[in-house]
Structure formats: C-alpha cells, structure tokens
C-alpha cells in the first residue's frame, strides 16, 4: 500500500500545471490613459526643448535660479516610493493584503516627502519674484512641474484608496487587475518626473 500512495503522490507531483497565459498587467483602460498622458507629457517636453534652442541664454539663467537637489531629492523620493508600491503588487498577487498595505503607505509617505520639497521650492521661486508671466522658463517650468504636480496628487489618491481595499482584504491573486493599474499609474508618474528632472534641472 505504501508503494500505490508513493505512487499516486509522484503521478500528482510530476502533473503538468497548465501555464499560465501571459497578460497586460492591469486594465487596458487604464494602459490607453497612460498613453495618452505620456503623449501630452512628450509634447510639453518637445516645447520646453524648442524653447531652450531658441533662448539658450534664458534657459540657463533659469535653472541656476533652481535648486538641483530639490530636483534629486524629489527624484529618490518617487523612484523609493514606486519600488514599494512594485513590492506591493507582489504582496497581492501572494495575496498578502496585509503586506500590501503596508508598502502603500510606505509609497505614500514618500510621495509626501515629494509633495514638501517641491511645495517648498514653488515658495522659495514665488518669494524672488519668480511666476508664470516672469519668462519663457519660468511659464514652462511652472506650467509642466504643476501640471505633473497635480498627477501625483491623483496618484496619491489612488494609491490611498488601494490601500484602504487592502485593509478590507479585497485584492487577491485573481483579482488584483485594479491593483495592478493603479501601480502602472504611479510608475508613470514616477518615469515622467525622471524625464522632467533631467528636463529641467540638469541637461544644458
């Protein structure tokens, strides 16, 4: 009887699983939103290089009025933020909501630390004088970074409304699509700040 049990336990060990079919993370909805944001983003980023070509002078003197380590500091603090809300996906797709959440909030309290340090460079520029009508820079640098500013506040209410779901235990492994788009937003967020930064702040 021994041999039949070692038996049927080897047949059901050496069972071919079906594999899984690949698939777009998240929902299509959401892929073709991300799309059409990173389309309005590239166009800002092409305007914003046209305008450099053609005033040079005023778009260096622009950016010594930044602070480079507000760009670097906000830049760590959405790249660590994106990193927990990838370990996130992976917590749920464990279905380990508890985890999950967690690295949410992990996610969220540096999108804070983001939300400070910018805020405090937007003061920082308003008290010198500096807004929209100042020059071509200052219209473009004020008018994109608000504009992505903005996508990080929705971002952040999305992932504050994933990770209350979390702590209600509602994602799992077959049922985390919605989890998966709101952490393709955010990585979206993330990437286009990057681009910004570089944009903005560094290349000359």
Known sequence: MTTCLTTKEIAVDTQVKPAEQPRLPGDLAMWFFILMELTVFAIFFIGFAV??????????????????????????????????????????????????????????????????????????????????????????????????????????????YMAVKTGKNVYSRQNCQGFEAGGAYWHMVDLVWILLFFLVYVVH
């Open 51 to 160: 305008a450099e070509r053609l005033n040079p002078q005023l778009f260096t003197s622009g950016r010594e009025s930044l602070h480079v380590w507000v760009g670097l500091v906000c830049t760590l603090a959405l790249v660590i933020s994106s990193y927990f809300v990838a370990l996130a996906v992976v917590r749920v797709r464990e279905n380990n909501n508890p985890a999950a959440k967690k690295l949410l909030l992990m996610a969220l309290l540096f999108a804070c630390v983001y939300l400070a340090v910018k805020l405090w460079e937007y003061r920082q520029l308003i008290g010198l004088g500096y807004d929209l009508s100042t020059n071509t820079f200052y219209t473009l640098y004020f008018f994109t970074t608000a504009f992505h500013f903005m996508h990080v506040l929705l971002g952040m209410i999305i992932l504050g």
